[in-house]
């Protein structure tokens, strides 16, 4: 975006609130400059700018999407403009989805696999590198992901597997980062939105 749009409006994000942390994401989105609006209906998605889809479980939102029939109009809401998908959100935008397979909006071509880290480190928090910053990454039961497309970016890594990943306007990560105090990630979403507005 250029310097002289000095009237440019925030941008209006939409957190999908079926389930989940998106009270998290919300505060986050407007520490990042956004208004946040939650999302419960096909019709709530006309007005926003771009859509955060938080963590949860990946099963249950999609029951939930299927039962307020909000799959297919997440999906083409999702080929205009950008999402952002954590953790059971990455998982719900990934290409393929493994452990066990199940059915996903197939935004971003990605391979995931659920639960990935195994039972006996549910959660942790964890050093990562981004940007070039040390930076913290809460995660929670969380998926790996386990192949990237060549048009998807990994940002970030944390035990040789990405887990922060850019592909054209939408955004990956497997970690949380509505829990850290640090707001890059949603400062980067809130800019991709930006210039898809434009
Ligand atoms: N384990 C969850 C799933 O597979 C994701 C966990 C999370 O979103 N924190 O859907």
């Known amino acids: 975006m250029s310097k002289s749009q000095p009237h440019s409006r925030k941008p209006n994000i939409g957190v999908l609130a079926l389930q989940g942390d998106f009270e998290a994401h919300r505060s986050a989105l ?54 952002f998908g954590t953790c059971a959100g990455a998982i719900l935008l990934a290409k393929e989805v493994l452990n066990p397979r199940q059915p996903s909006l197939s935004l971003m071509d990605l391979t995931i696999e659920r639960n990935a880290y195994g039972r006996q480190i549910d959660s942790r928090i964890a050093q990562i590198e981004m940007d070039g910053q040390p930076a913290e990454a809460v995660f929670i039961r969380a998926p790996v992901i386990r192949r990237v497309g060549a048009h998807a970016k ?35 979403f809130v800019s991709k939105v930006r210039d898809c507005t434009v």
């Open 154 to 188: 990994v940002l970030a890594e944390y035990q040789n597997a990405p887990v922060l990943v850019e592909q054209g306007k939408h955004l990956a990560a497997t970690f949380h980062p509505e829990l850290s105090p640090q707001g890059h990630v949603h400062e980067r």
């Open 30 to 83: 407007e520490r990042a400059g956004a208004d946040a609006v939650e999302v419960r209906t096909a019709a709530d998605l006309d007005s926003i700018d771009g859509l955060v889809i938080p963590g949860g479980e990946s099963t249950t939102m999609l029951k939930l999407l299927e039962e307020e029939n909000l799959f297919e109009p997440l999906r083409r809401f999702g080929e205009r403009r950008p999402v």
